[in-house]
């Protein structure tokens, strides 16, 4: 696929490889951002890269298709939404049951 920047570059990973989430918070103003729609989030950052791990990329659509909240009051519900959306479809690498 063609992504708009390098999921390893600059506007990808800020010069380091982050995956997943990590990626995900970085687009967003915890103070300035919230309540947060959803529909907004993926229009504005749709079709960017999101490392999964050091050989899947995915968008931010893909795992958007995904999260069923319409709306976050804040970034906690926002990383539980998107969380138990990328768990429920193989997009998660770490084995949280394992490691509780």
Do not use: C, T
């Not at 103070?31 to 890269?49: I, M, R, T, Y």
Request: glycine share 8%; net charge negative; proline share 4%.
């Amino acid at each position: 696929m063609e992504w708009p920047h390098d999921p390893d570059g600059e506007e990808g990973s800020e010069g380091m490889r982050k995956y997943g989430q990590a990626v995900l918070a970085k687009k967003l103003d915890e103070e300035g951002d919230f309540p947060l729609s959803a529909a907004e989030f993926v229009e504005e950052h749709g079709d960017e890269p999101v490392r999964l791990n050091h050989a899947r990329v995915v968008s931010v659509a893909d795992i958007f298709e995904h999260v069923e909240e319409d709306e976050f009051e804040d970034i906690v519900a926002f990383h539980k939404a998107v969380g138990r959306a990328m768990r429920r479809n193989d997009m998660w690498e770490v084995d949280v049951e394992a490691h509780a």
